[in-house]
């Protein structure tokens, strides 16, 4: 039987024994082959022309990079970068303005990012404008004013801890996440030490901004620390972090309530409104991150990251559509609790409804760019519309009790 003879430098491409008696002819066939040579192998073959096999479909390179690295390259994710982007440097924005020491702490607190500070201030305004006229007198507009600035810084500082708080726990599942593998913990810019420190420096900031307003709201604000830092865990046990986040951010909805000095526990109308606009924005939370949820939905399944969206992927406008009912009916029934005004039932209730439907029928919960716009302008789209109806019912109810109070002099 002739044997296959190849030139220095060519790789073997049949077994050192043929597989059938006919395979013999094949091997002839490689004898004395220039390299470099190919042609389709049902044309006629000649001595000197080299067999060739068709180029599969897919190639799917080797790399030397580690091997979670080379997994998120598939034939599933065509579109999936075989390397990952290395880490910039911010070139544009605030954190381009900032030394280069600061910006990954400024990156840890989302300073460029404010929407979660948005979306954690509105429930604390909700709750001053509602609590307004419950306040005996009634609240001033300077008042009103003061307490909101005062709302807004601290929101601004306790969303930054939460941030922190969050990446120390998810330090370890960041990096498998294409949208968090380069924050400031996953990426190695600080160590969970720095981070640690600069969270309680946050936390002391926070408290000298509580101190700031009457000392029952001491007593009221503390204890939501539990569930700032019990989030972060939630995600690893249950479908349903998005609760836990609703129970977090809802917190300001109470907070107006003693800021303005309303006393919960001695006026039964006034703790029934906290409570149930407490629990409509729970369900604003949950509707909102539910959206946000979907841009990550790939990488939390293969971080084995919970959230609702993966729980509900299928029916997920359905459930919005439901915590959309929630939210609004358990905010319409907070304004009749509180002696809410045709405004308030017009303008917060009613644009709520409108904005909140004009959401779900357009949102694209396949599109990462147009869950992250929606998440973003909702946020002012319903968080404007029902502070609009509240304020509209606080000013008209403060002209009508000056007028009163003018009448009586």
């Known amino acids: 039987m002739p044997r296959l003879i190849m030139p220095n430098g060519t790789k073997r491409l049949l077994p050192c024994k043929p597989a059938s008696p006919n395979s013999w002819r094949l091997s002839r066939q490689f004898h004395s082959i ?5 042609r389709h192998p049902r044309e006629p073959v ?47 924005g605030i954190l381009s303005r900032l030394p280069k020491s600061w910006v990954p702490y400024a990156e840890l607190i989302r ?6 500070t ?26 009103v004013l003061g307490t909101a600035t005062l709302f807004f810084a601290g929101a601004l500082i306790m969303r930054g801890a939460g941030c922190s708080i969050n990446d120390l726990w998810d330090r370890n ?33 926070g408290l000298g901004i509580l101190l700031q307003f009457p000392t029952p709201c001491l007593f009221y604000g503390v204890p939501s620390l ?71 939905i790939k990488d939390d399944a293969k971080a084995g990251i919970k959230s609702i969206a993966l729980k509900h992927d299928a029916d997920t406008k359905k459930v919005l559509t439901g915590l959309a009912v929630v939210q609004i009916g358990l905010l319409g029934v907070a304004g009749m609790a509180a002696g809410a005004g045709p405004a308030f039932f017009i303008g917060s209730c009613g644009g709520a409804a409108l904005t909140l439907g004009w ?28 502070s609009l109806g509240l304020g509209a019912d606080y000013l008209t109810r403060y002209v009508q009790d000056d007028k009163t109070e003018t009448k009586e002099d």
Request: glycine share 6%; hydrophobic share 45%.
């Open 359 to 386: 959401m779900i029928k357009r949102v694209n919960l396949k599109s990462v760019k147009d869950c992250w716009w929606w998440f973003v302008n909702g946020c002012w789209i319903t968080g404007g519309a029902i």
């Open 226 to 296: 539990l569930f700032v830092a019990s989030y972060p865990l939630a995600k690893r046990v249950t479908y349903y972090p998005q609760f836990v986040l609703g129970l977090t951010f809802s917190w300001g909805a109470v907070m107006g309530f003693p800021a303005l000095g309303v006393d919960l526990l001695s006026n039964s109308s006034a703790l029934s409104a906290a409570a149930l606009l407490y629990a409509s924005n729970v369900s604003w939370t949950v509707l909102y991150d539910m959206i946000y949820a979907h841009m990550d």
């Open 46 to 92: 000649s001595p000197t022309t080299a067999l060739s096999f068709s180029k599969p479909r897919h190639i799917i390179p080797l790399f030397s990079q580690p091997r979670s690295q080379r997994r998120a390259h598939t034939i599933g994710s065509p579109s999936s970068p075989a390397i990952p982007e290395p880490y910039t440097p911010p070139t544009s």
């Open 118 to 143: 948005y979306y954690l201030y509105f429930p604390c305004l909700f709750s001053t404008l509602m609590a307004a006229p419950l306040a005996t007198p009634i609240a001033s507009p300077l008042s």
């Open 34 to 38: 220039p390299r470099g040579i190919s």
């Open 173 to 205: 599942l960041d990096p498998h996440v294409r949208r968090t593998r380069h924050r400031p913990l996953a990426r190695g810019a600080i160590t969970p030490f720095q981070a640690l420190a600069y969270t309680g420096v946050q936390l002391l900031a």
């Open 111 to 116: 300073i460029d990012k404010p929407t979660g």
